[in-house]
């Protein structure tokens, strides 16, 4: 009997616990809310991007790159056959286009897997586009030279490291120099879906990279993905994606993160850029990531942006700036502003270009 007894509080105990889990892991996922479709009178769809463009980076002069065919695990791809590719658009022409990008210096295209990119510009005017990879499923980080007359990219090098074991976005801050968010802590996505999201461990996190030395600099993320700098270079924004919430850093001198502050948000952030004259963050996001785990083209996964002014002060302003369920563009994961423009990138569909 008193066997009995303990079997019964144990499976009692377990099931209450897999019940407040599973309510937990639908809010998550979920972000259970209505929302309501917002919008922009002056779109359209960018020609010739059908297979994403998960990230989006600009130059000052107005080249926008556009990381685009990324395959992951759990995604929806159209293209499952076809390899990812950087596209160059220059949004200073009357009609803009995208192009591939040619890449030189004996890089592996067939395996290319693009996911998050960071452009990078030093003083002597060198550009470097460092682009997170995934040949067959694991995670690297590419460095290019960018070659903005002849219009290509120079492979130089491959970065891996057991600390990059999943990595979501990166942010490059030198030539060979980044911070990077892993997004999973186990690599299979069963174990990563079933234990890591189900269970809510908050073990992922971001690591800095420099030749001379890699290290762990923020923990305890659900899942760490887009990262992004302060125009003045003095503080580091990470989204949780899975905590529905920014983190915001003190970048320290010897290159660790100090927190600064939380900022909640109702809904599933994916990317973040950041204005560089504004300093205002422009996200991407999933207001249902729930449709975005199991693709129907029926009742597909749909799009948001929001823009957030002044989140250093007391008072952050969280602007909704579009919404749509996905007639439009589906799986928005980065939003980012050039002068008037807004684009709006998706992980596995098209990308659309707004003028407000
Ligand atoms: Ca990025
Ligand atoms: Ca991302």
Redesign the pocket.
Do not use: E, P
């Given at each position: 009997m008193g066997k009995m007894m303990l079997l019964l509080t144990v499976f009692i105990i377990f099931g209450a616990l897999f019940v407040e889990r599973l309510v937990v892991f639908r809010q998550k996922l979920f972000a259970d809310r209505v929302v309501p479709l917002k919008r922009l009178p002056n779109c359209e769809l960018i020609p010739g991007i059908d297979n994403g463009a998960e990230?989006?980076?600009i130059l000052p002069n107005g080249l926008a790159f556009f990381s685009s065919g990324l395959k992951y695990p759990g995604l929806k791809t159209f293209e499952p056959h076809k390899g990812g590719h950087i596209l160059l658009m220059n949004l200073m022409s009357e009609s803009p286009r995208p192009v591939e990008l040619k890449i030189e210096g004996g890089f592996d295209i067939d395996t290319f897997n693009p996911h998050?990119?960071?452009l990078y510009t030093e003083r002597n005017d060198s550009i470097y586009l460092f682009v997170v990879n995934h040949p067959e499923g694991n995670s690297a980080v590419e460095i290019f030279q960018f070659f903005e007359e002849e219009r290509y990219l120079l492979y130089l090098r491959t970065v891996t490291n057991e600390l990059l074991s999943s990595v979501n976005?990166?942010?490059a801050v030198g030539p060979e120099h980044f911070y990077a968010t892993n997004d999973r802590y186990f690599r299979s996505e069963t174990v990563s879906v079933y234990v890591e999201m189900f269970w809510g461990l908050s073990w992922t996190n971001v690591v800095y990279y420099s030749p001379k030395k890699v290290k762990e600099v923020a923990s305890g993320f659900y899942s760490a993905n887009?990262?992004?700098m302060s125009p003045d270079g003095k503080f580091i924004y990470v989204a949780d994606i899975l905590d529905h919430s920014i983190r915001v850093f003190q970048k320290m001198s010897n290159m660790n993160l100090s927190p600064v502050k939380v900022l909640k948000l109702e809904t599933i952030l994916d990317?973040?850029?950041v204005d560089r004259t504004t300093g205002d963050l422009w996200l991407g996001c999933h207001p249902n990531a729930a449709k975005l785990l199991s693709y129907d083209p029926k009742n597909p996964p749909g799009s948001e942006v929001l823009q957030v002014k002044d989140i250093l002060s007391d008072k952050p302003q969280i602007n909704q700036v579009y919404v749509d369920d996905g007639t439009i563009i589906q799986a928005s994961s980065?939003a980012i502003m050039f002068n008037k423009h807004l684009i709006i990138g998706t992980v596995f569909q098209k990308a659309l270009y707004c003028h407000l």
């Open positions: 990230d989006i980076d998050g990119i960071s976005d990166i942010l887009g990262i992004n990317n973040i850029s980065v």
